[in-house]
């Protein structure tokens, strides 16, 4: 089912209405949803699972007979991006799971993505053809070589109509730059070079060059017995070539300029925020590890993921960030047992809408969080198959911590944390937002009155 997004009201912060459903990928542990991103354009959206599969979405044209009515997306082309392979030097196994999918701009008719594994990034022209050429002497209409002895007339090759295919080629492969998992790629403002990051080090690609990159970051310690933290996400300014940014599982972000030196090892700033020792515990460490970062489209602004908090640090002010969002600090009484089912390890993503005015971050129970930058206010949805009947309005919800429950509430007890919203998606300009529940996808967007 392919749910709708909000539109601001009044009353409630967003309203969100369903396009037509959920998109259900599948129902096997390859079904499960790994990466969700949007082209520049927002007319394209694509998908990739566990199962080492890409899927994107096209939205359809306004249809004349109903303009005020926005166009929903359906599938546009499915392709096997990566198969499991095996590393027989270390005797690993290395999944097919597609970890982050990044659109290249438009610069003709066909479309370019980066699409990676834990080792190996693919880059992929997707196209359409509606044509086929006929009438070729040296072939008969079967394929098959014609006797040149029997052609006796030249035949000038036509191009007749077909139905429309689309067609997804891998046009490079750069592998064997990794001896970690890839967490992040990250496509320059240059469009020539892209950067892939795992738990140690940061490559420089070319995109012309497959067989070789260049390490700007590396922070593998002589002695893998003294190392501490490892890099945990990374990404390149959206308008600045020379400068990007990565972040660690000690909570840190250092931001890096290339004209500085050719290995980035020394960070140009330094970004942290001091510890409150009274909220000091066990699970500290763990907690303030940071899943994902983001630059603001403006390139102003830079925002942080860790497990209950989303952060929004000015590039100015290194020492402290300028706002901190509570995604679900009623769970801070439930570290204990989320250590033991592995869910404090879980690593949720962090998306701006095209304005940077907004931030949207996931959460469990299929809840996903929103907060207005501006207006300070926020808002809790569920995506939900129960409620994603087309073009059905998503209600508030509300987590009841303790005491008398409300009718409309969810006691934090009854939250089921095997359904989780890790990634997300923001259109680049209008409020629709693609959320990936496990298997399913939705996409909401603003209320159409």
């Given at each position: 089912m392919i749910p709708g997004l909000g539109a601001l009201t009044q009353d409630t912060l967003w309203c969100f209405s369903q396009l037509k459903g959920t998109v259900e990928i599948g129902a096997t542990e390859a079904d499960i949803i790994s990466t969700v991103e949007f082209n520049h354009t927002g007319e394209l959206l694509a998908t990739g699972d566990k199962?080492?599969?890409?899927?994107?979405?096209?939205?359809?044209?306004?249809?004349?007979?109903?303009?005020?009515?926005?166009?929903?997306?359906?599938?546009?082309?499915?392709?096997?991006?990566?198969?499991?392979?095996?590393?027989?030097?270390?005797?690993?196994?290395?999944?097919?799971?597609?970890?982050?999918?990044?659109?290249?701009?438009?610069?003709?008719?066909?479309y370019f993505l980066l699409s990676t594994n834990d080792k190996t990034v693919k880059l992929w022209k997707v196209s359409e053809r509606d044509k086929r050429p006929e009438g070729y002497n040296l072939k008969d209409e079967e394929g098959r070589l014609r006797d040149p002895a029997t052609i006796t007339t030249l035949r000038v090759p036509v191009l007749r109509p077909m139905d429309l295919m689309v067609e997804a080629t891998p046009r490079r492969v750069f592998a064997n730059a990794h001896t970690y998992h890839i967490n992040s790629i990250s496509v320059n403002s240059d469009y020539e070079t892209y950067?892939?990051?795992?738990?140690?080090?940061?490559?420089?690609?070319?995109?012309?060059?497959?067989?070789?990159?260049?390490?700007?970051?590396?922070?593998?310690?002589?002695?893998?017995?003294?190392?501490?933290?490892?890099?945990?996400?990374?990404?390149?300014?959206?308008?600045?070539?020379?400068?990007?940014?990565?972040?660690?599982?000690?909570?840190?972000?250092?931001?890096?300029?290339m004209r500085a030196s050719a290995l980035c090892d020394r960070h140009t700033k330094f970004f942290e925020e001091p510890e409150d020792p009274s909220n000091r515990s066990f699970f500290s460490e763990i907690i303030s590890s940071i899943s994902d970062v983001k630059f603001s489209h403006s390139g102003r602004y830079i925002m942080t993921r860790d497990y209950l908090t989303v952060k929004v640090w000015d590039l100015n002010m290194e020492n402290r960030p300028i706002e901190t969002y509570q995604v679900h600090d009623y769970l801070r009484s439930k570290l204990c047992s989320l250590y033991e089912n592995d869910c404090i390890f879980d690593k949720f993503e962090c998306v701006w809408n095209g304005s940077d005015s907004v931030i949207m971050t996931g959460s469990y129970n299929n809840f996903f969080r929103m907060f207005d930058r501006n207006t300070k206010r926020d808002v809790t949805l569920e995506a939900s198959r129960e409620n994603s009947k087309p073009r059905a309005i998503l209600k508030p919800r509300k987590v009841c911590v303790g005491g008398k429950r409300r009718k409309d509430e969810i006691s934090v007890d009854s939250l089921d944390f095997s359904k989780k919203i890790l990634h997300t998606a923001w259109h680049p300009s209008e409020n629709i937002i693609a959320v990936a529940a496990t298997n399913n996808l939705y996409i909401f967007q603003d209320k159409v009155n």
């Open positions: 199962g080492g599969r890409v899927v994107i979405f096209q939205r359809e044209q306004e249809s004349k007979n109903q303009v005020h009515r926005r166009g929903e997306y359906n599938v546009y082309s499915t392709f096997q991006s990566h198969e499991p392979e095996f590393d027989y030097l270390k005797s690993l196994e290395i999944e097919e799971k597609i970890n982050k999918i990044r659109w290249l701009p438009q610069q003709n008719a066909a950067m892939s990051a795992d738990d140690l080090r940061i490559n420089l690609w070319n995109f012309e060059i497959t067989n070789q990159s260049f390490n700007i970051v590396d922070i593998k310690p002589a002695n893998m017995e003294e190392l501490t933290e490892v890099i945990t996400a990374a990404e390149f300014h959206p308008h600045h070539c020379n400068t990007f940014v990565y972040s660690s599982s000690k909570g840190t972000i250092r931001l890096c300029d």
